[in-house]
């Protein structure tokens, strides 16, 4: 009963955490007379992150984010594991 709380709860916020995003994005593309646009992403393999953007700002901060998640990943994985030995 437990774990199925816990994964309907992080679906919940994965949603919420969506639609915040998507609005934000919203909101600014509206209030910006700016037409410029810049993009990037992350692919994540294993503990690799392979990062890619328009311009050199992008793959920075797409760069950062990544291996900010890949760290938090890493470390909630070895907290998971040793609460179960």
């Not at 199925?4 to 007379?33: C, D, E, F, K, W």
């Not at 993009?39 to 953007?53: M, R, S, T």
């Amino acid at each position: 009963m437990h774990d199925t709380y816990i994964l309907l709860t992080t679906v919940l916020l994965s949603i919420i955490l969506i639609v915040i995003g998507m609005a934000l994005i919203l909101v600014g593309s509206i209030r910006s007379n700016k037409r410029e646009v810049e993009a990037g992403g992350a692919v994540i393999i294993g503990p690799l992150p392979i990062v890619f953007g328009t311009s050199t700002r992008m793959l920075i901060t797409v760069l950062i984010l990544a291996i900010i998640l890949t760290a938090l990943v890493i470390i909630l994985h070895v907290i998971s594991w040793r609460g179960l030995s």
